[in-house]
């Protein structure tokens, strides 16, 4: 897609006005938070709100995690190359194009060239 000057232009416009209300946002923000002067966030109020977990727990739960994604089983079996299920159905994402096109290779495959006679 070109550029045009008019897209320049509101793309100048938007980062000023992001300059402009930076500080207002940054204030409303801390507001929000809590924040006191010195910089520290008040995490009381916020204890309130969300639960606060330490990032040690979060550092340890990925690797457990890893684990019980290896596991997952599907419930619905599908051919991968034919991308049918076990009654002979494509999945509800798929576009009908795309299914007439893997049909056709399908049935592309299956024929095979019948050896030609003797040319003599």
């Known amino acids: 897609m070109a550029k045009s000057t ?3 232009w509101k793309r100048a ?4 006005k992001r ?3 930076a500080p207002k946002e940054l204030a409303r923000l801390k ?14 109020a916020v204890e309130e709100i ?4 330490p990032s040690e727990k979060l550092q340890q739960k990925p690797a457990a995690e890893e684990d019980n994604v290896s596991t997952m089983d ?3 079996k599908m051919n991968k190359k034919s991308f049918l299920n076990e009654h002979g159905q494509y999945p509800l994402w798929m576009h009908p194009r795309q ?3 893997i049909k056709h290779q399908l049935k592309k495959k299956g024929k095979s060239k019948r050896p030609k006679g003797l040319a003599w």
């Open 6 to 8: 008019r897209s320049k």
């Open 13 to 16: 416009m938007r980062a000023e």
């Open 19 to 21: 300059k402009k209300n």
């Open 31 to 44: 507001k929000i938070l809590g924040m006191d002067q010195s910089g520290d966030i008040n995490m009381n």
């Open 50 to 53: 969300a639960t606060v977990v």
């Open 74 to 76: 599907m419930d619905k």
């Open 99 to 101: 299914r007439k096109k």
